[in-house]
């Protein structure tokens, strides 16, 4: 029988609801009222389903996205039994509020069942799309059955025959195999049987494997075994992925991923509803789920646990007397120690660099270094120091300096000591003692190169580079001209009078100009004078 075609044993047949109008307040059914949204609403919500494994669809798929921590003070599972012995499950809890119910509602459609709201023993249809407020039941059967169940397609009384536990349920039910879950990181529970328990504690301490152990106890397996079983149970927070396969072949050790407080599942197994959205297991208890429908581990109480670390194995010492303890104990010091001094050498490293920030130019590089100047930026130009020396330019940049690709790059290894980049001196001690072991002054800076030779130069020799890049032509001085005549003389002064009617006949006409030789040409007549009056 498919979900859509549920229909329960019939006990009356014949419509009895009727679709609950806006603002109705009347209602026929006992314990039905309507929430502040007009929908009617009991004290108790009831989801019908026809058979287990829908119950359990339901509560895989409802446990998916939401938690049963809110219906599990009122959450009860029955089995119940019609007048005609078909058997059913109920899942009753308290409505609350139509929100509540509807996300119920639409689980339960999902799975094939009928969602039903009342209060004690009648129980009508919810509300779906024809009905948005609800219905009421217009004739009520009169029974003294557990449960009535009113439709628009039915009626029908059931009576309780059993209830079930959920928690029980749960255990029964097998997980599923899951490949998928045996890639998953995370915390293991690691049980082992009694044989192999010490070891796996001692292979876990050899690898550094932190983590917590303890010895539970069953009861025997079958009644010719008097002693109970002991088997170790180990908890590990961070198994490193090599070994999780490991943990998983090996005979005797069956690994367990943590399925929510209390609750573990297999490696490789699945369990059909999210253990998590499903508080029904003790905290301080612990349940483990085997697969391939072995029977679960269940241990009410987890025993004392304690640190992988407290295992180790321990080894003494032979017991020696008192006397040959109290000699071995006391240290003969020599007079003339012999020196243990070894000579510095420099070795190739595969470290990545880091505080690359000086380079040593040699002097045939530095006509280079002129012609790079002009293509530098200026951040690099302010922030780089130079010092030139007979053995080549040394450059400083507290922010690297990569920009300028010449030279043998240096590694910053002490404010005061750099080593060739790409190499590593031995033996390895600390920077400061080298820097103390090489004896210079504190003024002086230390260049060690490749050959660890050492090359000091006093700090105070480092100049900003762009004060030693610059270099100008002398200028030419240039005499000014004395300028006191011009100034001297008096201004003219221009003075504007009136003119008479006739101003030009007033004027005198100039000289002529004599002949290059000095001669002056004759003086025209008056006649032919064109400034004579008439």
Not at 56 to 83: C, F, G, N
Not at 149 to 169: A, C, M, N, P, W
Not at 455 to 481: G, K, M, N, R
Not at 498 to 525: D, H, I, R, T, Y
Request: proline share 9%; net charge negative; aromatic share 6%.
């Amino acid at each position: 029988m498919s979900g859509a075609d549920h229909r329960p044993s019939v006990y009356c047949f014949g419509t009895m609801l009727d679709r609950i109008a806006l603002h109705q307040t009347r209602l026929h059914t006992p314990g039905l009222g309507l929430d502040g949204k007009g929908v009617a609403m009991g004290g108790k919500g009831i989801i019908l389903l026809q058979s287990l494994d829908r119950l359990v669809a339901w509560l895989a798929i409802y446990t998916r996205e939401h938690s049963l921590d809110d219906l599990m003070p009122s959450l009860q599972i029955d089995v119940v039994k019609s007048k005609l012995g078909t058997r059913e499950i109920t899942l009753s809890f308290a409505a609350e509020s139509s929100d509540r119910m509807d996300r119920l509602a639409d689980v339960a459609r999902l799975v094939g069942g009928l969602a039903f709201t009342g209060t004690s023993r009648h129980f009508v249809q919810y509300r779906d799309a024809a009905a948005p407020f609800g219905y009421d039941a217009t004739e009520l059967i009169s029974t003294d059955a557990t449960l009535v169940f009113y439709h628009d397609r039915f009626t029908q009384v059931y009576e309780s025959e059993k209830g079930i536990s959920l928690r029980s349920l749960l255990l029964r039910l097998m997980p599923h195999v899951d490949p998928a879950e045996s890639d998953d990181d995370g915390p293991l529970i690691l049980v082992a049987e009694q044989g192999l328990g010490p070891a796996l504690i001692h292979y876990f301490v050899r690898s550094r494997v932190d983590g917590e152990v303890a010895v539970a106890e069953w009861p025997p397996e079958s009644a010719f075994d008097d002693n109970p079983v002991r088997r170790h149970i180990l908890r590990i927070a961070n198994l490193p992925k090599r070994m999780r396969p490991l943990m998983s072949t090996i005979p005797g050790i069956v690994p367990f991923m943590p399925a929510g407080p209390g609750v573990a599942v297999e490696v490789g197994y699945r369990h059909p509803v999210s253990l998590r959205a499903c508080p029904v297991f003790e905290a301080g208890g612990l349940v483990l789920l085997r697969g391939r429908g072995q029977e679960p581990w269940v241990l009410e109480k987890t025993p004392q646990m304690g640190d992988l670390r407290a295992f180790a194995r321990i080894e003494l010492r032979a017991e020696t007397t008192a006397t040959a303890e109290a000699e071995a104990s006391v240290a003969m010091g020599a007079h003339s120690p012999s020196p243990v001094r070894v000579p510095l050498r420099m070795v190739s490293s595969l470290a990545p660099l880091r505080k690359v920030t000086a380079t040593w130019i040699t002097p045939s590089e530095i006509p280079l270094l002129r012609r790079i100047a002009y293509a530098l930026p200026h951040q690099t130009i302010v922030q780089t120091q130079v010092a030139i020396t007979p053995k080549g330019a040394f450059l400083r940049s507290s922010a690297g300096i990569e920009a300028i690709p010449l030279g043998m790059f240096f590694v910053e290894i002490h404010p005061a000591l750099y080593m060739p980049a790409g190499y590593d001196f031995t033996p390895a001690v600390a920077p400061e003692v080298l820097y103390s072991a090489l004896g210079a002054s504190p003024s002086h800076v230390l260049f060690i190169d490749a050959n660890a030779r050492a090359v000091a130069i006093d700090a105070s020799a480092f100049v900003p580079l762009e004060t030693a890049l610059v270099e100008v032509q002398a200028y030419e001085p240039l005499i000014a001209e004395a300028i006191e005549l011009a100034l001297g003389e008096k201004p003219a002064i221009l003075k504007l009078d009136s003119l008479p009617v006739f101003a030009l006949n007033q004027l005198e006409p100039p000289p002529p100009a004599g002949p290059p030789g000095g001669n002056s040409p004759p003086a025209l007549p008056p006649a032919a004078n064109p400034t004579s009056k008439t």
